[in-house]
C-alpha cells in the first residue's frame, strides 16, 4: 500500500495541483495529514486574554458540526450525524488550546480528517476524497482561502477596499478555484466552512480584531490577515432577521419532562445530541398517543435518547419556540430504518 504523507499547506496544494492535472493513485493508497491541517486565530479585545467569550463558542461548535457532517458524508453518503457512533464523534473531536494574552484558538484537524479517509465508504473516487479534504483543510486554515473571501465579499457588498494578494498567493487561489470546477464535491465542503467564517466576523464587536495566521516555527507565513470589528461589521452585516417556522428531525436526550403542568399538556427539556443544544419543547394536549407519551414517559426515566419531529420557531440560530409533533423510540426508529 502506498502512504502519502501531508504535513504542511504547500504540500497539500502540490498534491492539489498532481489531481487537477489529472493524478490517479493506484487501487491500493493510504493518506495520512499530520501537523496539518492547523486552525490558528487570534482575537484581540476586551473580552479577550486567555478567555473565551460565550458568544464565540458557537463558532467553534460550528466547525466541529461541519467536520461530523463531512465524515458522514464520506463515510455514509449522507449528511446525517445521528449515525456517529461514540468513538466516532472522540476520534472526530476537535480539541482548541487557548493561550493568554489576547486569546489565540488553535485546532489541529490532522486526525480528524485522516480518519475521514480511512473510513470513506462513499462512491467518491480516491482522488476525489482526498480533493475534497484538501479543499476543506484550506479552506478552514490557509490565508490565502481567507483572502479570497474577503474579496468576494468586499466585490459583493460594493465596498472600497480590497486585500492584496502576492503572486504566490494569486496562483494558490487560481489553484483553488481549478480544483473546485474539476472535483464538483469540493464546492459545498468550501461553502460550509465559508459560512462558518461568517458567523465568526459577526460575532465580533467594534473595538476587536481578528487575526488569521498560519505561520509556525519553521515555516513562517509572512502575510497574515488581520480584520477589525468596523471591517467585519461592514462585510457581515445582514437585515433584521425574522423568525422561520420549520419542522426539525433528531435525536434528542431527555433532561426533564414535566407531566403535571396545569394547562394540561408536557413540557421537555430536551438536547439535541448532534450538537449539545437545549431548548424547551412543549407537546400540546390531544398531539400524542398512547404508544408515544408511554415512550416519552419511559425514555424520561431511564435516560435514553429518543427521536422528535419538532415544529421550531427559529431566530438568530436559536429556537424561539418549540412543539413536539411526534416521538419515537431510538430502537424502533433504527429498526424501521433497517427494514427500510
Known amino acids: 500500500m502506498k502512504m502519502i504523507r501531508i504535513t504542511s ?52 461548535l460550528d466547525l466541529q458540526r461541519e467536520v461530523h457532517r463531512l465524515y458522514c458524508l464520506t463515510a455514509y453518503g449522507e449528511e446525517n450525524t445521528r449515525r456517529l457512533t461514540k468513538e466516532d464523534r472522540e476520534r472526530l473531536e476537535l480539541l482548541v488550546r487557548i493561550d493568554k494574552g489576547s486569546s489565540i484558538f488553535e485546532t489541529l484537524l490532522s486526525n480528524p480528517v485522516t480518519k475521514i479517509f480511512q473510513d470513506a465508504a462513499s462512491k467518491m473516487s480516491p482522488e476525489q476524497l482526498t480533493a475534497v479534504l484538501i479543499v476543506f483543510g484550506i479552506s478552514v486554515t490557509s490565508v490565502v482561502a481567507w483572502k479570497m473571501w474577503l474579496n468576494y465579499r468586499t466585490k459583493e457588498r460594493e465596498l472600497d477596499q480590497t486585500v492584496e494578494l502576492s503572486r504566490l498567493e494569486k496562483e494558490k487561489m487560481e489553484l483553488f478555484q481549478k480544483a473546485m470546477q474539476k472535483f464538483p464535491a469540493t464546492e459545498d465542503a468550501k461553502e460550509s466552512v465559508d459560512q462558518v467564517r461568517n458567523d465568526l466576523l459577526t460575532k465580533l464587536k467594534l473595538a476587536d480584531n481578528l487575526e488569521i495566521d498560519t505561520s509556525t516555527p519553521s515555516q513562517p507565513y509572512p502575510t497574515p490577515v488581520e480584520i477589525n470589528g468596523v471591517q467585519a461589521e461592514r462585510m457581515t452585516h445582514k437585515p433584521r432577521e425574522t423568525a422561520v417556522e420549520r419542522m426539525i428531525n433528531d435525536e434528542f436526550f431527555l433532561r426533564t419532562v414535566d407531566f403535571a403542568r396545569p394547562e394540561g399538556g408536557v413540557r421537555a427539556e430536551i438536547q439535541r445530541v448532534t450538537d449539545g443544544y437545549s431548548f424547551r419543547a412543549d407537546i400540546p394536549v390531544g398531539v400524542l398517543g398512547y404508544d408515544q407519551r408511554e415512550a416519552l414517559k419511559n425514555n424520561s426515566w431511564s435516560k435514553k435518547n429518543v427521536v422528535m419531529d419538532i415544529l421550531v420557531r427559529e431566530l438568530y440560530g436559536r429556537y424561539t419556540s418549540a412543539k413536539v409533533v411526534s416521538v419515537k423510540d431510538l430502537v424502533n426508529e433504527t429498526t424501521e430504518d433497517q427494514s427500510a
Do not use: H, N
Open 9 to 60: 499547506e504547500d504540500e497539500a496544494f502540490e498534491l492539489l495541483r498532481d489531481l487537477v492535472k489529472g493524478l490517479q493513485f493506484e487501487e491500493s493508497v493510504s493518506i495520512e495529514f499530520e501537523s496539518w491541517p492547523r486552525f490558528v486565530i487570534r482575537i484581540k479585545g476586551t473580552d479577550f486574554d486567555g478567555t473565551i467569550p460565550t458568544r464565540i463558542m458557537p463558532t467553534l
